[in-house]
């Protein structure tokens, strides 16, 4: 008898495990300033994350991430040095973007930054180094008003990674650098110190002081100086100087003749243009002649206010 014996092979279908490739990519905070002044070298800074992201890696594997930031809509000169924001007309508002701390403070200029990730157990991870700006207009020309740069990926933003070297193209998000420039002043004033007088006082005494003012550029302002302590009246040239119930009466100017009087009054204060930097004024402090006193010592205290 013969028998046949069929067989019957059973083919079975097996999915493999699908291996992920490794992608980063890059978010960049948009960075805002403030309110701000570039006078006397006030130095104006902020900073914000940067988060590098990478996945689909192999696992407790390092993978290099690069992230190069360019000049934005703003532009830059040379090496990206120094970055500029646009304001409304012409004028540029000079920044720094860094890495690893301000400009000021020793911070790298931000060109092309390399990282070294350790990837997880999954072969993601994720870091969110600070990226640093910092004003580097201090006293420039640059005048009141608000100021940006845009950063485009692609033309301005870019990242680039790789399991040992940076040489494949990630994504990256688009960011802003702006701020606001304000008017803003500081004053500092110098004594005026008449010295050693007679107590009959024949002719006029005549002495000067200064003061320094620093506005934003552009800026009006005025300045206006108080009556003193004890004025005798409203006016500007009513001011007195005390011992005791002893007075000495003077009066302070804004010219050498002693013929322009300075006090509060919209009539009588100094008007100026801030430049950004430093500026000084004389006060012109007179004496009046005609005064018979005691002997010791005279002093008054005035208020100078700048108004911007």
Do not use: K
Not at 258 to 265: A, E, V
């Amino acid at each position: 008898m013969l028998h046949r014996f069929a067989f019957i092979t059973l083919l079975h279908s097996c999915a493999l495990p699908a291996s992920a490739a490794l992608v980063c990519e890059a978010n960049i905070v948009s960075l805002d300033f403030g309110l701000i002044t570039d006078r006397d070298g006030l130095q104006q800074q902020t900073s914000g994350p940067v988060t590098i992201s990478c996945s689909g890696g192999t696992p407790r594997t390092t993978v290099r991430a690069c992230l190069t930031i360019g000049s934005g809509s703003g532009g830059s000169g040379p090496s990206q040095s120094p970055r500029t924001m646009i304001g409304d007309g012409t004028a540029a508002l000079n920044y720094q973007l860094t890495a690893q701390n301000f400009l000021s403070s020793g911070g790298i200029i931000w060109e092309t930054v390399s990282y070294a990730i350790p990837l997880n157990s999954n072969g993601s991870a994720m870091i969110a180094p600070s990226l640093y700006a910092e004003v580097t207009s201090m006293g420039a020309q640059t005048t009141i008003g608000s100021y940006h740069s845009h950063y485009e990926p692609g033309s301005d933003v870019g990242i680039s990674y790789g399991e040992t070297e940076c040489n494949q193209s990630g994504a990256t998000s688009s960011f802003n650098v702006s701020a606001t420039l304000i008017a803003s002043c500081t004053i500092s004033v110098s004594n005026m110190d008449f010295g050693v007088i007679d107590t009959t006082i024949v002719g006029p005494v005549d002495q000067t002081a200064t003061i320094d003012v620093s506005c934003t550029n552009a800026s009006e302002y005025t300045i206006g100086i108080g009556s003193g302590l004890q004025p005798a009246g409203d006016g500007p040239t009513d001011r007195r100087m005390t011992n005791g119930a002893n007075v000495l009466a003077y009066g302070l100017y804004h010219d050498q003749s002693r013929t322009s009087s300075w006090g509060l009054s919209l009539t009588n204060v100094a008007i100026g243009i801030g430049t950004g930097s430093n500026q000084s004024l004389t006060v012109f402090g007179r004496i009046f002649s005609d005064q018979q006193t005691s002997v010791g010592h005279y002093a008054d205290s005035v208020v100078v206010t700048v108004y911007y």
